[in-house]
T-cell receptor, first 115, second 111 residues
Framework: DAGVIQSPRHEVTEMGQEVTLRCKPI?????LFWYRQTMMRGLELLIY????????DSGMPEDRFSAKMPNASFSTLKIQPSEPRDSAVYFC?????????????FGPGTRLTVL | RKEVEQDPGPFNVPEGATVAFNCTYS??????FFWYRQDCRKEPKLLMS???SGNEDGRFTAQLNRASQYISLLIRDSKLSDSATYLC????????????FGSGTQLTVLP
């Protein structure tokens, strides 16, 4: 398996622009997580899905952030409009219910810079 | 108070040294514990689970003290390749597959 796939790997945009981050989880995994990592705040959970349904979005910082999972193999995290304080590394991770279901497999991340 | 707190670090140790990281968690309902490793500019990856009886994986030993809500990771005979950030991770019942990550402790092993 290719692991969790994220795109783009790097994104540089200007304040006010819309940013869309994409994630393909590992096939067969029924949980998908979006995290944000910064030096100041560490790794923060933004939202997670189970079987494509959002379960907990309490970590989403504000209404500018939205996430969707239209099917089991694709999810997006959108920021509109983007602000400089959104600059961070955004990770997508997936896990499965069976077996050692607590292990989360992370994608390589998207490094976002908002100017 | 943070749910998961770790030694702030950074730890700079010579090759071959033994180094220990500590972690405390605040949720007494926590049921599973892990150490993840994150290399510079890479994603976190599971290093090892932590069991109540303690467990070893080669040069790595993890310990759990539920009474004190304390987790540790010991690295013996450290290698240059051990240089990374080590994240203490806790899973509490009722949170589905949601993990809580500590802020991490940075380790640099020097030649």
């Amino acid at each position: 398996d290719a692991g969790v796939i994220q795109s783009p790997r790097h994104e540089v945009t200007e304040m006010g622009q819309e940013v869309t981050l994409r994630c393909k989880p590992i096939s067969g995994h029924d949980y998908l997580f979006w995290y944000r990592q910064t030096m100041m705040r560490g790794l923060e959970l933004l939202i997670y899905f189970n079987n494509n349904v959002p379960i907990d979005d309490s970590g989403m910082p504000e209404d500018r952030f939205s996430a969707k999972m239209p099917n089991a193999s694709f999810s997006t995290l959108k920021i509109q409009p983007s602000e400089p304080r959104d600059s961070a590394v955004y990770f997508c991770a997936s896990s499965q219910t069976s077996g050692d279901g607590n292990e989360q497999f992370f994608g390589p991340g998207t490094r976002l810079t908002v100017l | 108070r943070k749910e998961v707190e770790q030694d702030p670090g950074p730890f700079n140790v010579p090759e071959g040294a033994t180094v220990a990281f500590n972690c405390t968690y605040s949720n007494s309902a926590s049921q599973s514990f892990f150490w993840y490793r994150q290399d510079c500019r890479k994603e976190p990856k599971l290093l090892m689970s932590v069991y109540s009886s303690g467990n070893e994986d080669g040069r790595f030993t993890a310990q759990l003290n539920r009474a004190s809500q304390y987790i540790s990771l010991l690295i013996r005979d450290s290698k240059l390749s051990d240089s990374a950030t080590y994240l203490c991770v806790v899973f509490a019942s009722g949170s589905a597959r949601q993990l809580t990550f500590g802020s991490g402790t940075q380790l640099t092993v020097l030649p």
